[in-house]
């Protein structure tokens, strides 16, 4: 993604999908206004101390956009392009994102502004125990429930976890989801956001008439999404063609062979120098020809820039936000479909939740029942976006958004305006 496109608001983006809805569903002037505020904007500093002793200040933001269906819930991002902005975006999206696929959460999310890269274990501990600290009066498993996102690790959702336990003096596992299995995490939380996308994904691909042993797909970002997104598609008999990271993009027609790129990153930490494809740029990544394109990086990867040169027939959002709305209205126009990120990620938040339920009950459940019941709420919610794709002639993303603003907008009222 390019400086200019990261400086439009991801804010103003992320409205402009939601007006799309809101003006399909005829939603008055008074609740488009409760519903593009967020309910709290929490920023504060975080000193800490280098390991050579000296000391530094990061930014930290939480925001818990939305109670109206439950807690908050969202997770923590590590990144030097955090903003207030950005995290208001992202809290917003969960806030559909849950009510999509029927989870009794709101949205909320955080970050901190910094680049874990020049971060050694030590310092990154000593950054989330802070920022756990300044918001404990906030967070709790029903205030909001924080989990992993960029940067942020099933390692730093246990510090996060053990520091809240701390101050509150006593153990409180369904404070953070995305934990280690030790201490509370579920099973298959960590592939659950991957496996996701490849469940949406397979299921629309079989509306369109295209066979897995006979498709092509191409994944931008390796990391937690991405990379189980592309062992589980080349597991359906998929051919995974064009892959990438931070550090460079591979393309190999005869196919990548996924659990080698998996090795290169266990070993070195990203794909720089892989072997298993031919070097190619990020940009030339995203307009291969393919069958399936999964943006599983950051936002605003696709613009009016590049959307008339992307190929694919079909567009995966394991990102947040990763197109914007003019490029939305190109693959409209070109006829590409789309499944939008608070549907086709949601799989992450879903086990998300089973962990939650899971921590309160202290019971947990074996890896083939957490899947089975993340596929059928997946598919469920799905099969509902369809039936209005169909009876409202709109876009896969329109459906999602209608959808979702629909329960939020019901809880809300039988709750009443507090005013
Ligand atoms: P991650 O940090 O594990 O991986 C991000 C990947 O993107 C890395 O491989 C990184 O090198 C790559 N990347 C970053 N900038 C890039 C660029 N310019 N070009 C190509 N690759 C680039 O993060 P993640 O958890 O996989 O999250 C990825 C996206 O999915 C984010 O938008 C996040 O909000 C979203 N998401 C994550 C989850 C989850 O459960 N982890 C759930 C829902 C949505």
Redesign the pocket.
């Known amino acids: 993604?390019t400086t200019a496109a990261r400086d439009v608001s991801v804010f103003g983006d992320a409205i402009a999908h939601f007006n799309e809805a809101a003006d399909l569903l005829e939603l008055d002037f008074g609740m488009r206004q409760i519903l593009t505020h967020p309910s709290r904007q929490i920023i504060f500093s975080i000193p800490f101390q280098r390991d050579s002793g000296e000391f530094e200040v990061y930014t930290g933001y939480r925001v818990q956009y939305n109670f109206a269906r439950g807690p908050a819930k969202g997770?923590i991002?590590f990144h030097p392009g955090v903003t207030l902005d950005e995290v208001t975006a992202?809290a917003f999206w969960m806030t559909w994102k849950c009510a999509v696929v029927d989870l009794p959460f709101g949205g909320g999310k955080g970050g901190v502004t910094c680049d874990p890269k020049t971060l050694s274990s030590n310092e990154l501990e000593r950054i989330t125990r802070r920022y756990a600290a300044e918001l404990v009066e906030v967070v709790g498993p029903d205030k909001d429930v924080p989990?992993?996102?960029?940067?942020t690790t099933p390692q730093v959702m246990a510090w996060f976890m053990d520091t809240y336990s701390m101050h509150v003096r006593q153990n409180v596992t369904g404070v953070v989801t995305?934990k280690p299995l030790e201490i509370g995490g579920s099973r298959g939380r960590v592939e659950?956001?991957g496996r996701g996308v490849t469940i949406a994904a397979l299921d629309q691909m079989s509306e369109m008439g295209l066979a897995p042993e006979r498709s092509s797909v191409v994944i931008?970002?390796?990391?937690?999404?991405?990379m189980y997104a592309a062992k589980l598609f080349a597991d359906r008999g998929c051919k995974v063609v064009g892959i990438?990271?931070?550090?460079g993009?591979y393309y190999n027609e005869e196919g990548i062979y996924v659990g080698a790129a998996m090795e290169h990153v266990a070993k070195h930490g990203?794909l720089e120098a892989f072997a298993g494809g031919e070097r190619i740029t990020?940009a030339e990544l995203l307009e291969t020809s393919c069958d399936v394109l999964v943006p599983?990086?950051?936002?605003k990867v696709f613009t009016a820039e590049n959307a008339p040169r992307v190929k694919a027939k079909l567009i995966v959002e394991?990102?947040?936000?990763p197109t914007t709305p003019e490029a939305d209205r190109i693959f409209k126009e070109r006829g590409i479909i789309v499944i939008p990120?608070i549907m086709a990620?949601a799989g992450?938040?879903t086990v998300s939740y089973f962990e939650w339920v899971q921590d309160r009950m202290g019971y947990f459940w074996k890896e083939s029942e957490v899947n089975e019941r993340l596929e059928d709420t997946l598919l469920t919610n799905l099969h509902q976006l369809r039936q209005i794709v169909n009876t409202r002639n709109v876009s896969l993303r329109a459906a999602a958004y209608m959808l979702a603003i629909e329960r939020v907008v019901k809880a809300l009222k039988l709750r009443g305006i507090y005013a």
């Not at 931008?220 to 991405?226: H, I, L, S």
């Open positions: 993604m997770g991002r992202l989990a992993p996102d960029v940067n995305g659950a956001t931008q970002g390796f990391g937690n999404v991405g990438s990271d931070v550090t993009a990203s990020n599983a990086a950051l936002e394991g990102a947040n936000g990120d990620n992450g938040v």
